[in-house]
Nanobody
Framework: VQLQAFEGGLVQPGGSLRLSCAAS????????MGWFRQAPGKERESIAA????????YYADSVKGRFTISRDNTKNTMYLQMNSLNPEDTAVYYC???????????????????WGQGTQVTVSS
């Protein structure tokens, strides 16, 4: 099983980035997928989740209206479009997957079936 988040980077405040998460080794379409982030000195924060078919999404209040999660089950890939970025969004972003459960509860989960190496996002001028 492998989950790899990539396409992070340095962006100016107000800018945009799109993260990708490539999955392999499991049946991607059978899993709820989501993103969480970890900033230095801060608690881990789950920020977005998408249902198995991609039709339902949930967001943390901190990113609602600015971030969009999506998935392409034909490519075993999940995305996170991040707009209107601010310095508080600086963190390492991770993708994770869960076979069981409800998409609406994903943001409150503390553990996941699978997660991978994160990608650094830095918002700074």
């Amino acid at each position: 099983v492998q989950l790899q988040a990539f396409e992070g980077g340095l962006v100016q405040p107000g800018g945009s980035l799109r993260l990708s998460c490539a999955a392999s080794g499991f049946t991607f379409g059978n899993y709820i997928m989501g993103w969480f982030r970890q900033a230095p000195g801060k608690e881990r924060e789950s920020i977005a989740a998408v249902s198995r078919d991609g039709g339902t999404t949930y967001y943390a209040d901190s990113v609602k209206g600015r971030f969009t999660i999506s998935r392409d089950n034909t490519k075993n890939t999940m995305y996170l479009q991040m707009n209107s970025l601010n310095p508080e969004d600086t963190a390492v972003y991770y993708c994770a997957a869960d076979r069981l459960g409800f998409t609406g509860k994903w943001l409150s989960k503390l553990t996941h079936d699978y997660w991978g190496q994160g990608t650094q996002v830095t918002v700074s001028s």
